[in-house]
T-cell receptor
Framework: DAKTTQPTSMDCAEGRAANLPCNHS???????VYWYRQIHSQGPQYIIH???NNETNEMASLIITEDRKSSTLILPHATLRDTAVYYC?????????????FGQGTTLQVKP | GAVVSQHPSWVICKSGTSVKIECRSL??????MFWYRQFPKQSLMLMAT?????????EQGVEKDKFLINHASLTLSTLTVTSAHPEDSSFYIC????????????FGEGSRLTVL
């Protein structure tokens, strides 16, 4: 079973920040939070991951709460091409055996 | 970034035939690969874990004789859907762990199977 819960869907206006929440209250100390997104009929695309510190890359920012029980993915300036299903997943980091179990994800609809 | 390639990207076959889908890691060695299945408007469901040179480990409810997985080299895993039926029509996605890239996980583009 997936160890994360996310809202089923969200809307965001084009150009505004999209904030996607994720709850992972049973996360273990060695588990990282990963975010992927899937555009229709394509394989999942890696976005970002983190352990306990906030992370930022060219695609997004990841904010992890101090108790690590939840996190938020931030797309700073959403575009129409960001419309996708976003998956939050926990997985042991630096592991050659850590499989990813997907939950239902959040369908983000960016509107003009 | 690392690339995982699947082939074919889509295939249509008749009921009762077998279909093979390939998953290749193009620029890294994949010690472990995973196979997922995704039905319309649903999430990815893990089918099996495949380790190079050993038998695949199947998730509960996935028939190992129906979905044959072979991982004969560090860059190639194959999924064969045997005696396919219309209910096997789905989007099949592989992913690979890059052992030489700190264990990061990369996904293929997916293969859409339609069984008539």
């Amino acid at each position: 079973d997936a160890k994360t819960t996310q809202p089923t869907s969200m809307d965001c206006a084009e150009g505004r920040a999209a904030n996607l929440p994720c709850n992972h209250s049973t996360i273990s100390g060695n588990e990282y939070v990963y975010w992927y997104r899937q555009i229709h009929s394509q394989g999942p695309q890696y976005i970002i991951h983190g352990l306990k510190n906030n992370e930022t890359n060219e695609m997004a920012s990841l904010i992890i709460t101090e108790d690590r029980k939840s996190s938020t993915l931030i797309l700073p300036h959403a575009t129409l091409r960001d419309t996708a299903v976003y998956y939050c997943i926990v997985r042991p980091g630096s592991s050659n055996t850590g499989k990813l179990i997907f939950g239902q994800g959040t369908t983000l609809q960016v509107k003009p | 970034g690392a690339v995982v390639s699947q082939h074919p990207s889509w295939v249509i076959c008749k009921s009762g035939t077998s279909v093979k889908i390939e998953c290749r890691s193009l620029d890294f060695q994949a010690t472990t690969m995973f196979w997922y299945r995704q039905f319309p408007k649903q999430s990815l469901m893990l089918m099996a874990t495949s380790n190079e040179g050993s038998k695949a480990t199947y998730e509960q409810g996935v028939e190992k004789d129906k979905f044959l997985i072979n991982h004969a080299s560090l860059t190639l895993s194959t999924l064969t859907v045997t005696s396919a039926h219309p209910e096997d029509s789905s989007f099949y996605i592989c992913s690979a762990i890059a052992g030489d890239k700190n264990g990061e996980l990369f996904f293929g583009e997916g293969s859409r199977l339609t069984v008539l």
